[in-house]
């Protein structure tokens, strides 16, 4: 990978935000592969299609692309919140890629955010536009990544060190059974794994998850056996290589 934006073809552009879009997309378009199969070139859709930017022709994954200047942070800008919500609840809802670019027009982190990670919950409305914008009422929203558990952060790219691609390939596909999960099953998953990274330590006890047993309670008043779920979900990464049991009550995370 060559983490340096092609910044000749700026050439004749005024607007910033037009100028990284070409750049960037341009970046990914001669440098990024397929997570999913390891596949390159990716493909790039036609211009102003509504669900996403590129698909891999190999095993048809779909992709956007969202890119800003400076570090990553948890919360990334986005369009409108009500197209937003339609589109992750849709079943074509694309993987999302995240870039972030320097002041000299370099590549410092590139990850990627799995489709199944996807929930409302890090879909977050910004204020409505006041009665005398052109938009009047329009609502955009903010994808707020640090609701999203770290094994749904797959950095093909981290401070400007490019990771190994069959690692990558790993992470991404360690994740894939979620995608035939109900959306309850699926919920479920996610929040022990918010749990799990919740704990700071590479090993961790049933005590240390039951912890959370109150904040999950919230979640699901419905719910009367919240420390039998933890366990079944535990099992549940533990068989898909997220998690190692190591007896005793105790986990190691993976």
């Known amino acids: 990978m060559n983490l340096s934006l092609n910044t000749n073809l700026a050439d004749g552009y005024t607007s910033n935000s037009q100028i990284a879009r070409i750049l960037t997309e ?3 378009l001669n440098n990024s592969y ?3 199969c390891g596949n390159l070139p990716l493909k790039e859709f036609e211009n102003n299609r509504p669900v996403a930017d590129f698909y891999c022709k190999k095993c048809k994954e779909e992709f956007e692309l969202k890119s800003k200047s400076g570090k990553i942070s948890n919360t990334i800008t986005d369009g409108a919140y009500s197209s937003m919500i339609e589109r992750i609840n849709s ?3 694309p993987n999302f890629f ?3 670019y320097t002041k000299q027009w370099t590549v410092n982190d590139f990850l990627i955010i799995p489709k199944q ?3 409302s919950e890090i879909i977050i409305p910004r204020p ?3 009665q005398s914008a052109r938009r009047a009422g329009w609502i955009g929203c903010n994808i707020d990544i640090s609701k999203v558990a770290e094994a749904g952060k797959v950095f093909l790219i981290k401070n400007a060190k ?3 691609h069959d690692l990558v390939k790993e992470t991404f596909n360690k994740t894939l059974f979620l995608r035939t999960k109900s959306k309850d099953v699926k919920g479920w998953i996610l929040d022990t794994l918010k749990c799990v990274d919740n704990i700071n330590k590479e090993v961790f006890s049933l005590d240390e998850m039951y912890q959370f047993e109150e904040k999950l309670k919230l979640k699901y008043p419905n719910n009367n056996f919240i420390r039998d779920k933890l366990r079944q979900q535990l099992q549940i990464l533990r068989d898909k290589g997220i998690i190692e049991f190591i007896g005793r009550g105790k986990y190691k995370k993976i």
């Open 26 to 28: 341009n970046w990914v």
């Open 34 to 36: 397929c997570p999913s």
């Open 91 to 93: 079943e074509n809802n």
């Open 98 to 100: 995240f870039l972030t």
């Open 117 to 119: 990670f996807f929930t």
């Open 128 to 130: 409505p536009l006041s």
């Open 162 to 164: 490019i990771i190994n």
